[in-house]
């Protein structure tokens, strides 16, 4: 078993590893089934996340044994990153990984818990939640953060940026970090990195405008991109789901 802890937790190491060794019974479910599950707990005065990766497939559990960062491993460096980038991300405790000696078992991500006033799927369920263009607004600009400190986050989706309010501003956290590259990005790239997160036109246009307002990009360009990459994710997304049933109908 590999055990790394954050040295500012280190002191909590040993009831997280207890916590560990009954997971399944314990704790309050946020996500269970599919491909992950994740829980909160109280350890001593602080809430903490721990989020239980699937064991993968045959194949990926000798990848992750000798090739590849697992992703809870991956989940605890990148969240480093992004702190000492000054970007937001709930507080990374550590991370375990559950291996033999030929190939790669269970692993774990723990965080501080985080509880937001929302996230970016409210904007979309609720477009007359209070100071909706605002808070667009405020995500458009920390996404051009994001991008200028040279952050890929391919998992930008209306679930995976956590949301509170402080004052009349918002603040915001990336969760769900194991999909991420750092690097210098294009105009194409970033444009793209918007194309997950709504089907909504108007929101487009609100974030496309706040873009380039804060770059010196055309809106007519980024609105264009934008929008084409949106429809592109959408019919591809919508396409999947229709796959998806009629496989389960034939199962049936």
């Given at each position: 078993m590999k055990v790394v802890f954050s040295e500012?937790?280190?002191?909590y190491k040993e009831d997280i590893l207890t916590i560990l060794n009954t997971f399944p019974q314990?704790?309050?479910?946020?996500?269970?089934?599919?491909?992950?599950?994740?829980?909160?707990?109280e350890v001593g005065a602080i809430?903490?996340?721990?989020?239980?990766?699937?064991?993968?497939?045959?194949?990926n559990k000798v990848a992750y044994r000798f090739f590849r960062k697992s992703k809870a491993k991956r989940s605890f460096e990148y969240a480093s990153l992004l702190l000492e980038k000054g970007i937001g991300t709930p507080a990374p405790i550590g991370y375990v990984e559950d291996n033999s000696s030929?190939?790669?078992?269970?692993?774990?991500?723990?965080?501080?818990?985080?509880?937001?006033?929302?996230t970016f799927r409210k904007l979309i369920r609720e477009p007359d939640y209070p100071d909706h263009e605002n808070i667009l607004r405020q995500f458009t600009q920390f996404t051009l953060r994001l991008h200028d400190s040279g952050v890929l986050f391919k998992d930008h989706s209306p679930g995976n940026t956590l949301i509170r309010k402080n004052g009349k501003d918002y603040e915001f956290f990336l969760?769900?970090?194991?999909?991420?590259?750092?690097?210098?990005l294009t105009f194409g790239e970033r444009i793209q990195?918007?194309?997950?997160?709504?089907?909504?036109?108007?929101m487009v246009a609100i974030m496309s405008?706040?873009?380039?307002?804060?770059?010196?990009?055309?809106?007519?360009?980024?609105?264009s991109l934008m929008w084409k990459e949106t429809t592109h994710f959408q019919e591809k997304f919508?396409?999947?789901?229709r796959l998806k049933k009629k496989l389960l109908f034939w199962r049936n």
């Open positions: 500012k937790y280190e002191l314990g704790g309050k479910s946020l996500k269970e089934g599919g491909r992950n599950t994740l829980k909160v707990y809430p903490i996340n721990i989020k239980s990766f699937k064991v993968p497939n045959a194949i030929v190939s790669f078992g269970k692993s774990f991500y723990i965080s501080e818990h985080l509880e937001p006033d929302l969760v769900d970090l194991n999909r991420m590259q750092f690097k210098e990195n918007f194309s997950r997160l709504t089907p909504k036109k108007d405008d706040e873009y380039a307002k804060n770059t010196t990009w055309k809106y007519d360009a980024i609105f919508h396409r999947k789901k």
